[in-house]
């Protein structure tokens, strides 16, 4: 009942801040726990960050605790990722995630019923 789109991937330099936004389509987008997951070139999917549907609960991964922040306007149903400091270890692709009701908590791909096709953010050193 709802489609994903990212946007905002680019190519940046160790240093930089990017912001990715999905745009959700679809109606009740305002009862979906969110999600950005990301994948580098043969490495598994992993959890970046999560918040509830509320927006008053968030997740992060260590790796990016303190340089990323998730954010939601259910207005206007759109999630969005704003990084800072970005290194070369964030080089991946990102994506956007959706689960009906669910929790801030869960952080596996499987728990995630709606993807997005994903953003590429290349970070050079």
């Known amino acids: 009942q709802v489609q994903l789109a990212e946007s905002g991937g680019g190519l940046v330099q160790a240093g930089d801040s990017l912001r990715l936004s999905c745009a959700a389509s679809g109606r009740s987008f305002s009862v979906y726990t969110m999600a950005w997951f990301r994948q580098a070139p043969g490495k598994e999917r992993e959890i970046v960050a999560t918040?509830?549907?509320?927006?008053?609960?968030?997740y992060y991964v260590d790796s990016v605790k303190g340089r990323f922040t998730i954010s939601r306007d259910n207005a206007k149903k759109t999630v969005s990722l704003q990084m800072i400091d970005l290194k070369p270890e964030d080089t991946a692709v990102y994506y956007c995630?959706?689960?009906?009701?669910?929790?801030?908590?869960?952080?596996?791909?499987?728990?995630?019923?709606?993807w997005g096709q994903g953003t590429q953010v290349t970070v050079s050193s």
């Open positions: 995630a959706a689960k009906r009701y669910g929790s801030s908590l869960l952080r596996s791909p499987a728990d995630y019923g709606y």
């Open positions: 918040i509830s549907w509320d927006g008053e609960s968030t």
